[in-house]
């Protein structure tokens, strides 16, 4: 197993067995729960996303806690749509399709795990992302090189977007990578294995979990992947949420020093972000949304 997976300088809070469940889960109904982690199993409550945006955009951008990653993960897939939508466009103008491309998806992040959801609904679930409005079909195929230039259009406009804070944001992601080596945290870290075991997982650690994680999925039958993940997830949870209190403790002190530092870049973010995204919603026809429990 892979973990942690990097999409974007960021780690991907994913199992690729776990993506197993994920793509059954798209075939059938969803599995999920409106328990709490640890209790047992109640009847399955898909994913949703919500369009609330939070009371302060740096939440957005520089998240400690896995409900504020849930806000950059949908400012993620928004500038993913922004390029998709503006490669169609151009492709539309020229009168060419554009190759299929895989279906977008919210990519967790392992720095910020999002407990509330993993012990929701699993490893393999996520919020659906919106699908783009239907276009008529066109018969022609694109040539090579007007295909690249519509996927330049599309990079271009994501590029624009992300611009005024892809910088700052990559810096504080690479910030918390700090934390992992928090006195602090590794004291709590130290109760994992013994938490796992009372969950019926034998792991020395955290990557050890996940080892397991991808071991018990590839050996479940179809049908069971589902519960099987639900509850895995509802035992890291459990597991994680006093390691969590530590780490996200730090995290905010860490964001405190960071914002304090960049004081004049993060005053005209929070000035601009909002509005530029609002006009990007307008100009290419897509919205921002984000996953919620």
């Known amino acids: 197993?892979?973990?942690?997976?990097?999409?974007?300088?960021?780690?991907?809070?994913?199992?690729?067995?776990?993506?197993?469940?994920?793509?059954?889960?798209?075939?059938?109904?969803?599995?999920?729960?409106?328990?709490?982690?640890?209790?047992?199993?109640?009847?399955?409550?898909?994913?949703?996303?919500?369009?609330?945006?939070?009371?302060?955009?740096a939440r957005m951008l520089f998240p400690v806690t896995g409900a504020e990653s849930r806000w950059t993960q949908g400012l993620d897939i928004f500038g993913q749509q922004v390029s998709r939508a503006a490669a169609a466009s151009c492709a539309r103008d020229r009168g060419i399709a554009l190759p299929v491309q895989v279906p977008l998806a919210f990519i967790r992040f392992s720095d910020v795990p999002d407990l509330d959801f993993i012990a929701r609904h699993g490893f393999g679930q996520s919020a659906e992302v919106p699908a783009p409005e239907a276009t008529h079909a066109v018969a022609r195929p694109g040539r090579p090189a007007a295909v690249r230039g519509c996927r330049a259009e599309g990079e271009a406009a994501v590029k624009a977007l992300r611009e005024p804070y892809a910088e700052l944001q990559g810096r504080w992601f690479g910030r918390l990578a700090s934390v992992r080596r928090d006195p602090a945290t590794a004291r709590a870290l130290r109760t994992l294995p013994d938490c796992f075991a009372e969950h019926g997982v034998q792991a020395r650690d955290e990557n050890g979990f996940f080892s397991r994680v991808d071991a018990r999925l590839n050996s479940a039958a179809p049908a069971d992947l589902p519960r099987v993940d639900r509850e895995l997830g509802r035992a890291y949870a459990t597991c994680m949420r006093p390691v969590e209190a530590v780490r996200e403790r730090a995290r905010l002190r860490l964001r405190t020093r960071f914002l304090a530092e960049n004081a004049d870049d993060?005053?005209?973010?929070?000035?601009?972000?909002?509005?530029?995204?609002?006009r990007a919603e307008k100009e290419h026809g897509v919205h921002l949304a984000f996953p919620a429990p």
């Open 1 to 57: 197993m892979r973990r942690p997976e990097i999409m974007s300088r960021r780690a991907a809070h994913i199992t690729s067995a776990a993506m197993a469940a994920a793509l059954l889960a798209a075939c059938s109904p969803t599995p999920g729960s409106s328990d709490t982690a640890g209790a047992s199993p109640a009847p399955a409550t898909p994913a949703r996303l919500t369009r609330t945006l939070p009371d302060d955009s």
């Open 266 to 278: 993060v005053r005209e973010l929070r000035e601009t972000l909002v509005p530029s995204l609002r």
